[in-house]
């Protein structure tokens, strides 16, 4: 059984500092943090579920928290995670915040609990996200920018992306284009979309209309747009996800008009239910597994190597599909 001497021997430290790294309590510095940890994980320390003191788990784990488990945008960065994890020998344990910032620090207090070797956080927003004040162990942000605290994260460049599938619609010559999304305090990724469609249209000197916000967890089902059809007559409409976007198509048939006969619409995310639609959705594809892995990777390269912090951002394509024609 591995015991906090041979953790302090192994990172060159005293057993006090050990105590504290693994507790999270007191002053320690980031480096000696990684060296510590690094130690823990390779030696297999972890302490007991049950409260009985130090043990040996059959394998260290990870912390993950995703905003929800059942879009299949996180589930394919899960199973990204889970893929690279796998082969390194570290279980994943799971939170998800459903989308509320007030949910996400409890989360990660409940991961913490488990000692993790490291976490992968996609957070409402990394700027204000009060999970990130605690102290915590190695820690990627995914799908958020990186903050000075946490400087290591895999995104990709939404605000590029929703001035690119703006650009597309401005090209099929719609200028009455509306945005909807889920809230933006839920998801500064919905939020960069959106500033980069008002980028596009400024650009070509027409006005952004304000966003339409709705919740994420159960806004899609039974999205009405009657008065915003009435009130702005657009288009096109940019939804802030690909599971928006299906909503939006199914609202817009429900108000007797064709997509993309009567209104053209676009999403994010390039998910397999798009593709099935007919016709296909238009959308921006982002590398969702991909990212996950590389999440994963970095992770295990800082906690595991004390690798230093960086930003690995991926590339977006977009995805044409049929839902968007050239406007009369």
Do not use: W
């Amino acid at each position: 059984m591995a015991t906090l001497q041979q953790i302090a021997f192994h990172a060159g430290c005293s057993l006090a500092t050990v105590s504290r790294v693994l507790k999270g309590e007191g002053p320690v510095s980031e480096e000696m943090v990684r060296r510590v940890r690094r130690a823990a994980a390779e030696l297999g320390y972890r302490t007991s579920s049950s409260g009985g003191g130090p043990s040996l788990r059959n394998r260290p784990v990870v912390g993950v928290l995703v905003p929800s488990v059942v879009n299949p945008v996180f589930a394919a960065s899960l199973a990204g995670i889970q893929h690279r994890m796998q082969a390194a020998k570290h279980g994943v344990l799971i939170a998800q915040s459903n989308y509320d910032p007030a949910s996400e620090a409890r989360a990660v207090a409940a991961l913490l609990e488990q000692r993790p070797t490291g976490l992968i956080l996609t957070l409402c927003n990394a700027e204000t996200s009060e999970a990130l004040s605690a102290a915590l162990p190695p820690t990627v942000l995914l799908n958020n920018r990186p903050v000075p605290r946490f400087p290591a994260a895999v995104t990709v460049d939404n605000y590029r992306a929703g001035y690119e599938i703006a650009r597309h619609m401005l090209d099929h010559r719609h200028r009455h284009i509306l945005f909807v999304s889920g809230y933006f305090a839920s998801s500064d990724r919905a939020r960069l979309r959106y500033e980069g469609y008002c980028a596009a249209m400024k650009e070509v000197g027409h006005a952004s209309l304000p966003a339409i916000e709705i919740p994420f967890v159960d806004g899609y089902e039974h999205l009405d747009l009657s008065s915003a059809m009435e009130r702005h007559r657009p288009t096109a409409i940019i939804a802030s996800n690909d599971l928006l976007a299906v909503g939006v198509v199914a609202a817009l048939r429900r108000e007797g008009l064709a997509v993309p006969g009567d209104v053209s619409v676009a999403g994010f995310d390039g998910i397999a239910i798009g593709r099935l639609m007919n016709p296909p959705l238009a959308t921006m594809a982002m590398p969702d597994g991909d990212m996950g892995v590389a999440a994963a990777a970095m992770l295990l390269d800082i906690a595991e190597n004390a690798s230093g912090y960086r930003h690995l951002c991926l590339d977006h394509r977009l995805y044409p599909g049929g839902t968007v024609r050239m406007a009369s």
